[in-house]
């Protein structure tokens, strides 16, 4: 009886007894640095995800897995019902960063840590670009907000702005060195350029770059100011916002996503529209880069899949090619893989090539072809370099690509023509390859802006050479080419549905309503 | 009460401590003085004249007495005109006053359910059965005991109105999910308070969110599929069992408050009495598994060695050899349960001890999965003085646990899918390692199920002990303290391995799990009880006050391993790549509750309770909350007792309320140490939600309670309606742009109502020869009325197990509603007609989770007790009943999207799917109806893409024996009390089910709301079991 007294009177006299529930497990909040990896981690890693399917719209690859998802749902154009995929994006710009991002912006700006708040502004200007890219209309103005239960879409013309706006904001932010900007402390949380707050600077202003580049359709397109924003951006490979990955932990999160450990795609294989961008049926040379970026059949050719055949078709064993890894069939964990489809391959958000191509393509459209020229061989030489640096991440096997290779290749009149010669159909086709694998959301991007199958009216070629939209289109689709990724099944088909409503989301074509960007 | 209902601040609880404390204080000084005073001795019998122990002498009014010894025999110290009160469970109360004589035997009679037996009501009290307002049912724990079932949780089906157990498989060790009047809560648990011995009893099963390979995000979750791990409860010995109590809504458990929403399971454990002696018994069990699937042994496989094992090839050869790979699988399985007793106590029963072990060796039909149970438990009661009294009780329980895995990973689908080509015996190549038929990548190509068993393992290990520690005071004549101390301990470790050569494991290399529950809960509750006064002749008032606090508290580490450097030897040392995750979780709760009743005449009765209680888990400014209950119960015919030439009988009546916190943490968010490259923190899913409240349930039910022809016929009928209202749903998910993907939300509203009718009858009662009839009916129906937000669905997340089926609700559907990608149909009322593709002939599939109408809840459940008695011989069985309810089926899609089940024999035969063409006049009085032929056989999407709707079985009934016991009491020569006995399980079981067992449950009792009842994929069911066994008394 003493000792239920005892209880009793500690027990009830201490009124913060009841004082047990702040979470033991994890913190509630922590120092504004440590939430920048994870965010980093999915700007960079999240279009890989998306990649799967968008690269299916691209023919990038295709699936050999079955007779359903995804090549006879994305490689017919369509989308799969139901279900999440082609949205991982949209869970991370608006989870994975969402509320993270708003914690650390407004602790960097209270701490002063301009540096910290730039990079902050960055992210958030990363998300509304990849998501308009993909969805078209998104929800900006009432994002992150947890007293809503429903939420209105923008239009795509005010997420445009609000990038813009965003990447201003941080390029006033990241030139300054006063307050508590500290590369030190900004590198707990960057892997990316190390605290370097110079780079995400240069960063921004290619952000901006590519943004204002997706007006090429618009009357208001500046390409001399792409230009000029482009020459403040990446000046070389050392400036290539990579991410690399440690490859330590038990759950695979920070493995290379198309390495063979995560094993995502064991079962893809490259296109005959991809192999023939470099086995020189489209430009009469043989890309040194392709037996580093695709896979041979185990006859020594290669080739690509045709996307309207499911599986192999009639390829015999010998001639199906292999995974991008490089073997026939399956793989396991740990086994040597090439390029960017490696377990620690580092994989690019931005690279100073892809930034040369969109140089180029302004200069071009300005009529400056010197420029033009001059960019497009710089982007051609960066990303052969960069192919080399990707083949070596993760101390593969596969042979680097020689100076004299890279020489010969770059003295090919068909390569490199005369400036008065160059075309838009090398300039996209160019760019596709040194996006090829991970460029996904620009990539596609730039497939759309010249609708797949635009002609080159210079060389009377299509600028995207050889491409052919699938001949079975998704059923849904009504006959029509694939314009956008309808937004977040799990979050928005069930839960939003009166948003969608309001801008027809809930039409079964609204995947193939052409976006604002790409028209007039 | 009167301060209770009053205040709702935890200041006021120190005020309401310090009470307590000058009460207790007071005990202390108070020396009682009695009276001029005599010996009274005496000897209580039955009705056939034998004596009965551990009767209850108590001097009316008082709470001085004593209870009668082995021989019956008891001894006290009253005076004259006391009145004298004997009472023992089971039996009609008897005063008398104690008058000139010395000696006073007394006569008890056996009457288990009349309105005059004495029963356990909440917080241990006992009660007239008269008074009681609200619906309860105890049941023995002999009967119990004597169903051989390892989990005392399995025996209640059928033996209550108003309970179900679903039991998670028929692996040893299966969690048992247990829920009385159904499922209200959408998401959290369902199932009841477990009281032992007056305090709480833990009744975890563990949940795989706890694993660190199951940490957010991760690609090797279990999500409480797969694996399961036995409920907490089943630790505790049925040998142990004196009875158990089922107060059945929140009326009845009103007063243990927030976690008896869903009402209370009271258990109350053997204590020694005199003339005990030493008890042994023992039992040996055989069992074989009952069903066997079927599989077709036409069709061959599409292509070995490129494909998931698809039968769509071409026939056998008359030639090929076929492999019966079933055969052999299943073991007969050997079960041996020793129990060794001991009791007694001093003759004037003022200390008693009871001591006892057990032990429980059960192997299951499935090779490896075995349970072990060890128990020793002890309780002593002594009285210390004449005014205190002390009970001390303890019970340690070690268990091991070896099971399967089940579902997706298990042996049964790997068993079913194998190549009757390929002998599956043959698991390991010459070097030992996995031998596999095709190239698919490892983890496509199911694990052959020998393989399985013996190599993916799931081990558990318990060491529990808890500890009751009750002391009661009495101060004075009008009352007294009652006080317990409580603590329930354990250390639950589980060790689950995938292994490097299995499917699940390959690609990592091995799996290799470990998690160590550690689990401490701490309860205290003190009770003032005081003694019924009389005000006038014919009214009187009783009452109580009472605190509890309680401190649960639970730490689980976690390790996981991947890559097993040597293949063969398990231990976290032996892997490479590890991760931890640690889990505290911990929840504070004081209460103050009270009680009053009012007796007027002995025939009518109100009772009000008002508890208060004041939990760690609701955000402070609404952590505090009232509620109250109101009971009555009104015997008319001693009111108007010219009906008492017909029938005895009684009416009640009960309106409750009671409230109902959240989990711990749920209402702030907290940040979570990622894994993606260089770590760094981060939100989990769950948002925010400041304004998080207490959910409140508000019950009412009328019931009677009648008898007639002297008691030989019985009826308690109850009807019952309640809501629950701003109930907390877990987990819910909003748009992804609020920047959380699920939230925790008041809001959702269901409501419960049901009918439960219980009719007992004694057809035969004579000397040598009775029969006993017990009939349990229950019908009982939950709604979901609203949902938080006006969100459009709610669903259990893990229960999204196979295909697109999930256990989801919306508002206006049944709480055990399953939702799905079901087919289009066209919008015609009447017609409804499946729509078709016109371009392939295949039904269209819905491409969002929609209702078309299945609901797992049955219509009406019946438990039929017998029980025959001719001389030394008895013979009980219990036969389970059910009409109605849905079950999914999903292990039988599996095996036909593979060509497996004997229905695609007629794969060659060309067929038109029923329905109309989705060409735009679907939906015109006009439609095109399908025409498109098509052949199975070519066209095998027509089963690889056939919806999951086909396999939901409406409808399910079943009639199944689940248990019956012959037992013979021995002559009294060979032992005092002997008694032998074969007791069958499960033995069989008719039904409308195509599928092996609809007792089924896809996950396990850890998931929330309706989890995975229902759910039939890859589920082994209940084996079938004979038991005999010996019982001796010395």
């Known amino acids: ?520 | 009460m009167v301060w209770l209902s009053v205040h709702q601040n935890p200041v006021h609880v120190v005020m309401k401590a310090r009470v307590l404390m000058v009460l207790m204080g007071t005990v202390l000084i108070a020396a009682p003085a009695f009276a001029q005073q005599k010996t009274v001795t005496g000897k209580v019998t039955d009705e056939q004249g034998a004596p009965l122990s551990g009767v209850s002498v108590v001097i009316k009014g008082t709470n001085r007495g004593t209870s009668t010894n082995g021989v019956g025999f008891y001894s006290l110290r009253a005076a004259t005109g006391d009145v004298l009160r004997y009472r023992y469970l089971g039996t009609l109360p008897v005063e008398r006053t104690v008058g000139a004589e010395d000696v006073m035997n007394v006569q008890l009679t056996r009457t288990a359910t009349s309105l005059n037996s004495v029963v356990v009501t909440a917080l241990g009290q006992t009660a007239v059965q008269r008074s009681i307002g609200t619906s309860q049912q105890t049941v023995s724990g002999a009967s119990v005991a004597q169903t051989q079932r390892e989990n005392f949780v399995n025996a209640l089906q059928g033996r209550v109105a108003g309970v179900n157990v679903t039991s998670s498989s028929g692996v040893p060790g299966a969690s048992s999910s247990i829920t009385i009047r159904g499922i209200s809560s959408i998401s959290s648990s369902n199932q009841p308070l477990m009281i032992l011995d007056g305090l709480p009893m833990d009744n975890k099963t563990l949940n795989t969110g706890v694993l660190a390979s199951d940490a957010p995000g991760s690609a090797t979750a279990f999500s409480n599929r797969g694996v399961d791990f036995t409920n907490r409860a089943a630790d505790i010995n049925p040998e142990d069992i004196e009875s158990i109590t089922v107060l059945k809504g929140p009326e009845a458990a009103a007063l243990y408050g927030i976690d008896a929403a869903n009402g209370a399971i009271v258990i109350t454990t053997k204590r020694g009495r005199v003339g005990g002696g030493l008890e042994y018994s023992n039992s040996f069990r055989i069992e074989h598994t009952g069903a066997r699937p079927e599989i077709q042994r036409v069709y061959g496989p599409s292509a070995v060695g490129s494909t998931t094992f698809l039968y769509f090839g071409a026939p056998y050869a008359d030639t090929a050899k076929l492999y019966d790979n079933v055969d052999g699988f299943f073991r007969t399985a050997l079960t041996q349960k020793h129990n060794l007793s001991f009791s007694g106590a001093t003759p004037d029963s003022k200390i008693s001890y009871r001591l006892s072990t057990g032990v429980t060796r059960q192997q299951g039909v499935i090779p490896g999965a075995d349970y072990n149970r060890t128990n020793l438990s002890g309780a002593s009661t002594g009285q210390v003085t004449s005014w205190l009294n002390a009970d001390l009780s303890m019970i340690y329980a070690y268990d091991t646990n070896d099971q399967s895995f089940k579902g997706d990973n298990g042996p049964l689908l790997g068993l079913l899918v194998w190549p009757s080509t390929d002998n599956a015996k043959d698991f390991l190549t010459p070097a030992g390692t996995r031998r596999r038929l095709t190239n698919l990548s490892a983890a496509s190509e199911v694990d052959n199920p020998y393989f399985s068993v013996a190599k993916n393992t799931n081990k558990s290990r318990n060491n529990r002990l808890i500890t009751n520690l009750g002391l009661t005071v009495t101060p004075f004549s009008w009352g007294n303290i009652h006080t317990i101390l409580g603590t329930d301990g354990y250390t639950n470790q589980n060790q689950i391995v995938r292994d490097p050569q299995s499917a699940l494991g390959l690609t990592r290399g091995g799996i290799l799990d470990r998690a160590d529950d550690i689990t401490r809960n701490l309860n205290a509750q003190t009770l003032l009880n005081i003694n019924s006064h009389a005000f006038t002749k014919s009214l009187s008032i009783s009452g109580l006050l009472g605190n509890a606090i309680s401190d649960e508290k639970s730490t689980v580490d976690a390790l996981t391993g991947q890559g097993f450097l040597d293949p063969n030897f398990v231990s976290i040392n032996n892997t490479t790549l590890k991760s931890n995750l640690t889990t505290i979780t911990q929840r504070r709760l004081v209460s103050g509750f009270g009680q009053a009743v009012i007796d007027y005449k002995n025939y009518l009765y109100v009772t009000v309770q008002g508890r208060n209680d004041w939990t760690s888990t609701i955000p402070v400014a609404r952590n505090s909350f009232f509620y109250p209950s109101i009971t009555s119960s009104f015997v008319f015919t001693d009111a108007f007792p010219s009906l008492r030439r017909f029938m005895t009988g009684k009416l009640r009546a009960a309106i409750a309320e009671v409230g109902r916190d959240a989990l711990p943490y749920s209402y702030r968010p907290s940040l979570e140490n990622k894994t993606t490259s260089y770590g760094g923190y981060g939100y989990g899913f769950t948002g925010p939600n400041l304004g998080l409240k207490p959910e409140f349930a508000k019950s009412r039910e009328l019931g009677t309670e009648l008898s007639f022809l002297n008691d030989r016929l019985g009826i308690d009928a109850t009807v019952y309606r309640k809501q629950t209202k701003d109930q907390i749903v877990q987990n819910i998910r909003g748009s992804y742009a609020t920047g959380f993907i699920l939230f925790n939300l008041n809001g959702a509203d269901t409501r419960n109502t049901g009918l439960e009718l219980t009719v007992r009858a004694a057809p035969v009662r004579r000397t040598d020869f009775s029969w006993d009839v017990l009939a349990n009916f229950d019908h009982e129906r939950g709604v979901t009325l609203a949902l938080p937000h006006a969100l459009p669905e709610s669903y259990v997340s893990d229960t999204w197990l196979y295909g697109n089926v999930r256990s989801g609700t919306e508002p206006g559907l049944s709480t055990l509603s399953l939702t799905g990608l079901f087919y289009l149909r066209d919008t015609v009322p009447g017609r409804h007609a499946i729509l078709i593709d016109p371009s392939s002939g295949l039904p269209l599939r819905s491409s969002v989770f929609i209702d078309r109408g299945y609901d797992r809840q049955p219509d009406y459940t019946v438990g039929l007790t017998n029980s025959f008695r001719y001389k030394r011989l008895s013979l009980d069985f219990l036969l389970d009943f059910r009409k109605g309810g849905d079950v999914f089926d999903a292990t039988q899609h599996y095996l036909t999207t593979r060509g497996l089940t004997p229905a695609t024999l007629d794969r060659n035969k060309p067929i038109i799917i029923p329905g109309v063409l989705r060409d735009g006049k679907e939906n015109t009085a006009n439609p095109t109806i399908n025409n498109i032929v098509i052949v199975p056989a070519a066209q095998t999407a027509y089963y690889t893409n056939m919806s999951e709707e086909q396999f939901i079985q409406k409808n399910i009934n079943w009639v199944r024996l689940r248990d019956i016991t012959l037992s013979y009491v021995l002559p009294e020569r060979f032992a005092r009390n002997a008694s032998v006995f074969v007791t069958g399980t499960d033995l069989f079981l008719i039904t409308n089910y195509t599928g092996l067992d609809p007792i089924v449950n896809g996950n396990d009792a850890a998931v929330g709301g309706a989890g995975g009842v229902g759910i039939d994929y890859g589920n082994f069911p209940v084996p079938r079991g004979v038991n005999f066994g010996v019982r001796l008394g010395f």
């Open chain 1, 1 to 520: 009886m003493f000792a239920g007294c005892a209880v009793l009177s500690v027990a009830c006299s201490t009124s913060d007894y009841l004082d047990v529930n702040t979470n033991p497990n994890a913190p509630q909040s922590v120092s504004p640095n440590l939430y920048l990896a994870p965010m980093i981690h999915w700007m960079v890693t999240a279009p890989q995800y998306d990649g799967r399917f968008v690269g299916h719209y691209t023919q990038e690859w295709v699936s050999t897995s079955s007779n359903f998802s995804p090549a006879q749902t994305w490689g017919r154009m369509g989308y799969d019902p139901a279900s999440d995929n082609g949205a991982e994006q949209w869970r991370d710009v608006y989870w994975s960063l969402g509320q993270n991002l708003v914690d650390m912006m407004t602790k960097a700006k209270a701490e002063q840590r301009w540096d910290l708040l730039g990079v902050g502004l960055v992210l958030k200007a990363w998300g509304w670009q990849a998501l308009t890219d993909l969805h078209g209309e998104i929800i900006v103005k009432e994002a992150i907000d947890q007293s809503k239960f429903s939420f209105d879409y923008d239009t795509q013309q005010y997420a445009y702005f609000e990038i813009d706006s965003l990447l201003n904001a941080a390029i006033v932010q990241l030139q300054r060195s006063d307050g508590a900007v500290d590369p030190g402390y900004l590198a707990v949380g960057d892997k990316m350029y190390n605290g370097d707050r110079t780079k995400w600077l240069k960063l921004a202003y290619g952000m901006l770059a590519l943004n204002h580049n997706h007006y090429s359709n618009k009357s208001t397109y500046n390409p001399a100011d792409v230009i000029s924003l482009v020459d403040k951006s990446f000046t070389s490979n050392a400036d290539d916002a990579l991410l690399p990955y440690p490859g330590t932990s038990p759950d695979n999160a920070d493995f290379n996503f198309w390495g063979p450990r995560r094993d995502n795609i064991t079962r893809y294989r490259q296109t005959q529209f991809v192999v023939n961008l470099m086995n020189g049926t489209d430009f009469g040379v043989v890309d040194p880069r392709m037996s580093r970026m695709l896979a041979p059949s185990p006859d020594g050719q290669y080739r690509g899949l045709d996307p309207n055949v499911l599986g192999f078709g009639a390829l015999s064993a010998s001639q199906q090619p292999d995974n991008f890894y490089g073997y026939p069939g399956t793989t396991g964990a740990g086994l040597p893989s090439r390029y960017i489809f490696s377990d620690k391959s580092k994989i690019p958000l931005m690279t100073y090539s892809q930034l040369q191509f969109i140089k180029a393509e302004a200069a071009y459209r300005l009529g400056d072809k010197a420029t033009a020229l001059n960019a497009y061989t710089n982007g051609i030489a960066s990303h052969i370099d960069f192919v080399n640096a990707r083949n070596s991440d993760d101390n593969q096997a596969v042979t680097q690509i020689s100076s004299a290779e890279k020489t010969a290749f770059l003295a090919s009149p068909q390569i490199i023509p005369a400036a008065g010669a160059l075309t838009l159909t090398q300039i996209m086709s160019q760019k596709y390859i040194a996006q090829f694998g991970w460029g996904h959301n620009e990539l596609w991007m730039d497939m759309r802006r010249y609708h797949y199958t635009d002609i080159d009216p210079a060389s009377g070629k299509q600028v995207f050479p050889g491409f052919t939209p699938p001949t079975n289109l998704y059923a849904d689709n009504g006959g029509q080419v694939v314009q956008r990724i309808r937004p977040r099944y799990n979050s928005e088909y069930v839960w939003n549905r009166a948003g969608l409503d309001a801008i027809g989301g809930l039409a079964l074509n609204y995947h193939t309503k052409p976006m604002w960007i790409t028209q007039p």
